[in-house]
Protein backbone atom coordinates (compact mmCIF):
# COMPACT_ATOMS: atom_id res chain seq x y z
CA UNK A 1 0.00 0.00 0.00
CA UNK A 2 0.82 3.33 -0.77
CA UNK A 3 2.00 4.76 2.94
CA UNK A 4 1.80 8.00 4.41
CA UNK A 5 4.06 10.65 6.32
CA UNK A 6 3.45 13.02 9.20
CA UNK A 7 4.67 15.17 11.64
CA UNK A 8 4.08 13.83 14.99
CA UNK A 9 3.17 16.85 16.58
CA UNK A 10 2.09 20.41 15.82
CA UNK A 11 0.81 23.50 17.93
CA UNK A 12 -1.48 26.19 16.56
CA UNK A 13 -2.87 29.34 18.56
CA UNK A 14 -6.46 29.55 18.77
CA UNK A 15 -8.44 31.53 16.09
CA UNK A 16 -5.56 31.10 13.51
CA UNK A 17 -5.15 28.30 10.73
CA UNK A 18 -3.64 25.33 11.45
CA UNK A 19 -1.83 23.86 8.30
CA UNK A 20 -1.43 19.88 8.95
CA UNK A 21 1.06 18.36 6.17
CA UNK A 22 0.88 14.18 4.49
CA UNK A 23 3.57 12.92 2.32
CA UNK A 24 2.29 10.12 0.06
CA UNK A 25 5.35 10.17 -2.25
CA UNK A 26 4.22 6.24 -3.09
CA UNK A 27 0.40 7.32 -4.26
CA UNK A 28 -0.96 5.86 -7.37
CA UNK A 29 -2.92 7.19 -10.35
CA UNK A 30 -6.44 5.76 -8.56
CA UNK A 31 -5.68 6.72 -5.09
CA UNK A 32 -7.75 9.05 -2.95
CA UNK A 33 -5.92 10.81 0.23
CA UNK A 34 -8.44 10.95 3.30
CA UNK A 35 -7.94 12.64 6.68
CA UNK A 36 -9.42 11.71 9.95
CA UNK A 37 -9.31 12.84 13.30
CA UNK A 38 -9.34 11.30 16.82
CA UNK A 39 -10.03 13.40 19.65
CA UNK A 40 -9.13 12.42 23.14
CA UNK A 41 -11.08 9.35 24.57
CA UNK A 42 -13.70 9.48 21.26
CA UNK A 43 -13.87 7.67 18.29
CA UNK A 44 -12.18 8.50 14.94
CA UNK A 45 -14.20 10.94 12.92
CA UNK A 46 -13.83 11.40 9.53
CA UNK A 47 -12.89 14.92 8.06
CA UNK A 48 -12.27 15.35 4.44
CA UNK A 49 -11.23 13.47 1.53
CA UNK A 50 -9.90 14.21 -2.57
CA UNK A 51 -8.47 12.55 -5.65
CA UNK A 52 -6.30 15.48 -7.41
CA UNK A 53 -8.65 18.72 -6.92
CA UNK A 54 -8.91 20.64 -4.03
CA UNK A 55 -11.92 19.98 -1.42
CA UNK A 56 -13.37 22.28 0.95
CA UNK A 57 -16.25 21.79 3.24
CA UNK A 58 -17.63 22.70 6.61
CA UNK A 59 -14.75 21.15 8.59
CA UNK A 60 -11.50 22.02 6.40
CA UNK A 61 -10.26 22.59 3.64
CA UNK A 62 -7.52 19.85 1.54
CA UNK A 63 -5.00 21.30 -0.23
CA UNK A 64 -3.32 18.02 -2.88
CA UNK A 65 -0.02 19.00 -4.74
CA UNK A 66 -0.41 19.05 -8.60
CA UNK A 67 1.89 15.65 -8.52
CA UNK A 68 -0.39 14.15 -5.88
CA UNK A 69 2.70 13.49 -3.48
CA UNK A 70 2.20 15.04 -0.69
CA UNK A 71 -1.56 17.30 0.76
CA UNK A 72 -2.16 19.52 3.43
CA UNK A 73 -5.24 19.65 5.78
CA UNK A 74 -6.16 23.17 6.77
CA UNK A 75 -8.35 24.26 9.62
CA UNK A 76 -9.12 27.99 9.03
CA UNK A 77 -10.19 29.05 12.62
CA UNK A 78 -8.54 26.05 15.15
CA UNK A 79 -10.56 26.17 18.05
CA UNK A 80 -9.67 24.48 21.44
CA UNK A 81 -11.97 21.30 20.27
CA UNK A 82 -10.07 21.19 17.46
CA UNK A 83 -6.82 19.44 19.61
CA UNK A 84 -6.54 15.53 18.05
CA UNK A 85 -4.61 13.43 16.24
CA UNK A 86 -5.21 13.79 12.79
CA UNK A 87 -4.53 11.15 10.65
CA UNK A 88 -3.62 10.68 6.48
CA UNK A 89 -4.71 8.08 5.17
CA UNK A 90 -4.70 6.18 1.77
CA UNK A 91 -6.94 3.23 1.65
CA UNK A 92 -5.59 0.57 0.32
CA UNK A 93 -6.77 -0.41 -3.01
CA UNK A 94 -7.61 -3.78 -4.84
CA UNK A 95 -11.32 -4.35 -3.47
CA UNK A 96 -10.03 -3.83 -0.09
CA UNK A 97 -10.63 -0.60 0.53
CA UNK A 98 -12.75 -0.57 3.78
CA UNK A 99 -9.24 -1.43 5.39
CA UNK A 100 -8.49 2.53 7.18
CA UNK A 101 -5.03 1.99 8.33
CA UNK A 102 -4.09 4.70 10.86
CA UNK A 103 -0.73 5.15 11.20
CA UNK A 104 0.89 7.50 13.97
CA UNK A 105 -0.53 10.83 13.05
CA UNK A 106 -0.23 14.11 13.45
CA UNK A 107 -0.88 15.16 17.50
CA UNK A 108 -2.41 18.89 16.94
CA UNK A 109 -2.72 20.91 19.68
CA UNK A 110 -4.08 24.44 19.79
CA UNK A 111 -3.39 26.91 22.18
CA UNK A 112 -5.55 29.30 24.10
CA UNK B 1 -30.04 11.37 12.93
CA UNK B 2 -28.33 8.81 15.92
CA UNK B 3 -24.93 7.81 15.43
CA UNK B 4 -23.21 4.80 15.72
CA UNK B 5 -24.18 3.28 19.43
CA UNK B 6 -21.51 0.71 21.33
CA UNK B 7 -22.27 -0.73 24.28
CA UNK B 8 -21.22 -1.22 27.07
CA UNK B 9 -18.70 1.86 27.28
CA UNK B 10 -16.77 0.13 29.84
CA UNK B 11 -16.16 -3.31 31.06
CA UNK B 12 -13.98 -4.91 33.20
CA UNK B 13 -13.39 -8.64 33.65
CA UNK B 14 -11.16 -11.33 35.04
CA UNK B 15 -8.64 -13.32 32.91
CA UNK B 16 -10.31 -16.46 31.67
CA UNK B 17 -14.07 -15.03 31.76
CA UNK B 18 -15.86 -14.50 28.05
CA UNK B 19 -16.75 -11.04 27.06
CA UNK B 20 -19.77 -10.20 24.81
CA UNK B 21 -19.35 -6.26 22.97
CA UNK B 22 -22.26 -4.92 20.95
CA UNK B 23 -22.42 -2.59 18.25
CA UNK B 24 -25.75 -0.77 17.08
CA UNK B 25 -24.61 1.16 13.76
CA UNK B 26 -25.71 4.18 11.69
CA UNK B 27 -29.52 2.72 10.14
CA UNK B 28 -29.03 2.00 6.75
CA UNK B 29 -25.57 1.33 6.56
CA UNK B 30 -24.86 -2.05 5.39
CA UNK B 31 -21.40 -2.13 5.91
CA UNK B 32 -19.87 -2.71 9.30
CA UNK B 33 -16.36 -2.89 10.84
CA UNK B 34 -14.59 -3.44 13.87
CA UNK B 35 -11.13 -1.90 15.04
CA UNK B 36 -9.34 -2.29 18.35
CA UNK B 37 -6.81 -0.30 19.58
CA UNK B 38 -4.54 -0.95 22.58
CA UNK B 39 -3.43 2.05 24.90
CA UNK B 40 -1.32 4.44 22.78
CA UNK B 41 -1.39 2.35 19.33
CA UNK B 42 -2.74 2.97 15.85
CA UNK B 43 -6.16 1.36 15.32
CA UNK B 44 -6.04 -2.33 14.52
CA UNK B 45 -8.88 -3.72 11.78
CA UNK B 46 -10.64 -6.88 12.73
CA UNK B 47 -13.24 -7.74 10.51
CA UNK B 48 -15.86 -6.43 8.24
CA UNK B 49 -19.73 -7.06 7.30
CA UNK B 50 -20.82 -6.74 4.50
CA UNK B 51 -24.86 -7.47 5.59
CA UNK B 52 -24.71 -10.40 7.47
CA UNK B 53 -21.80 -11.70 5.81
CA UNK B 54 -17.66 -11.40 6.59
CA UNK B 55 -15.95 -11.40 3.45
CA UNK B 56 -13.13 -10.52 5.58
CA UNK B 57 -12.25 -11.90 8.95
CA UNK B 58 -8.07 -11.67 8.53
CA UNK B 59 -7.69 -9.22 11.33
CA UNK B 60 -9.28 -11.34 14.49
CA UNK B 61 -5.94 -12.23 16.33
CA UNK B 62 -6.87 -15.60 17.40
CA UNK B 63 -9.86 -18.13 17.45
CA UNK B 64 -10.94 -17.19 20.86
CA UNK B 65 -12.70 -13.78 18.54
CA UNK B 66 -15.63 -13.94 16.70
CA UNK B 67 -18.42 -11.56 15.74
CA UNK B 68 -21.60 -11.96 13.79
CA UNK B 69 -23.53 -9.43 12.91
CA UNK B 70 -28.06 -10.32 12.26
CA UNK B 71 -30.76 -8.55 10.47
CA UNK B 72 -27.87 -6.50 8.24
CA UNK B 73 -28.07 -4.21 11.69
CA UNK B 74 -26.82 -5.14 15.13
CA UNK B 75 -23.51 -6.67 15.53
CA UNK B 76 -21.49 -8.44 18.06
CA UNK B 77 -18.24 -9.15 18.89
CA UNK B 78 -17.33 -11.96 21.32
CA UNK B 79 -13.99 -12.74 23.28
CA UNK B 80 -13.50 -16.18 24.46
CA UNK B 81 -10.96 -17.02 27.51
CA UNK B 82 -9.78 -13.44 28.07
CA UNK B 83 -6.49 -12.78 28.45
CA UNK B 84 -5.08 -9.38 29.36
CA UNK B 85 -2.97 -8.66 26.20
CA UNK B 86 -7.28 -8.06 25.11
CA UNK B 87 -7.31 -4.92 27.29
CA UNK B 88 -8.00 -2.27 24.84
CA UNK B 89 -10.68 0.02 23.49
CA UNK B 90 -12.84 -1.80 20.88
CA UNK B 91 -14.21 0.52 18.15
CA UNK B 92 -16.92 0.00 15.59
CA UNK B 93 -17.58 1.68 12.37
CA UNK B 94 -20.32 1.51 9.50
CA UNK B 95 -20.63 2.76 5.82
CA UNK B 96 -22.62 2.73 2.77
CA UNK B 97 -21.80 -0.01 0.65
CA UNK B 98 -20.58 2.57 -1.90
CA UNK B 99 -18.25 4.46 0.16
CA UNK B 100 -16.11 1.87 2.52
CA UNK B 101 -13.44 4.66 2.96
CA UNK B 102 -15.94 7.17 5.03
CA UNK B 103 -16.64 5.52 8.12
CA UNK B 104 -18.57 6.51 10.88
CA UNK B 105 -16.92 4.88 14.54
CA UNK B 106 -18.85 4.98 17.55
CA UNK B 107 -17.40 6.22 20.74
CA UNK B 108 -15.83 2.65 21.56
CA UNK B 109 -15.91 -0.33 24.04
CA UNK B 110 -12.62 0.42 27.16
CA UNK B 111 -12.01 -3.74 28.02
CA UNK B 112 -10.06 -4.10 30.78
CA UNK B 113 -9.07 -7.53 31.51
CA UNK B 114 -7.55 -8.15 34.98
Known amino acids: DAKTTQPPSMDCAEGRAANLPCNHSTISGNEYVYWYRQIHSQGPQYIIH???NNETNEMASLIITEDRKSSTLILPHATLRDTAVYYC?????????????FGKGTLLTVNP | GAGVSQSPSNKVTEKGKDVELRCDPISGHTALYWYRQSLGQGLEFLIYFQGNSAPDKSGLPSDRFSAERTGGSVSTLTIQRTQQEDSAVYLCASSFEVSPETQYFGPGTRLLVL
Open chain 1, 89 to 101: ILPQGGGSNYKLT
Open chain 1, 50 to 52: GLK
